[in-house]
């Protein structure tokens, strides 16, 4: 069953996310991910969630998202997107 990393950030150093954005790509490939949803509009249909810049990544699978998660190529990657942007991010089980 495909899983799905869906975050929802805040960029506060645009320089540095953008050293980011252009390392990740390869490391979520390395796992099967595909990028669905990156940046990009968003419009709001209902409630009061506000995404400022919004990913959807699938995954083939739970255990694809947690080795991506996991891997410790993606680490230093992750310290520099916690200092790049503010994020709220959930994996999600799908079809």
Do not use: C
């Not at 990393?5 to 595909?34: C, M, N, Q, T, W």
């Not at 919004?54 to 993606?74: H, I, K, M, S």
């Not at 997107?81 to 991010?89: C, D, E, L, S, T």
Request: hydrophobic share 45%.
């Amino acid at each position: 069953m495909p899983a799905y990393l869906i975050v929802d950030l805040e960029i506060i150093d645009p320089g540095a996310f953008a050293e980011y954005r252009s390392a990740v790509s390869a490391v979520i490939r390395k796992h099967g991910g595909e990028y669905l949803v990156r940046g990009g509009a968003t419009r709001v249909l209902e409630g009061d969630w506000d995404p400022q810049s919004l990913v959807v990544v699938r995954f083939p699978n739970q255990l694809a998202l947690n080795a991506f998660w996991d891997d410790p190529e993606y680490q230093p990657l992750k310290e520099l997107r916690q200092r790049a942007a503010r994020a709220k991010i959930i994996a999600a089980e799908g079809v």
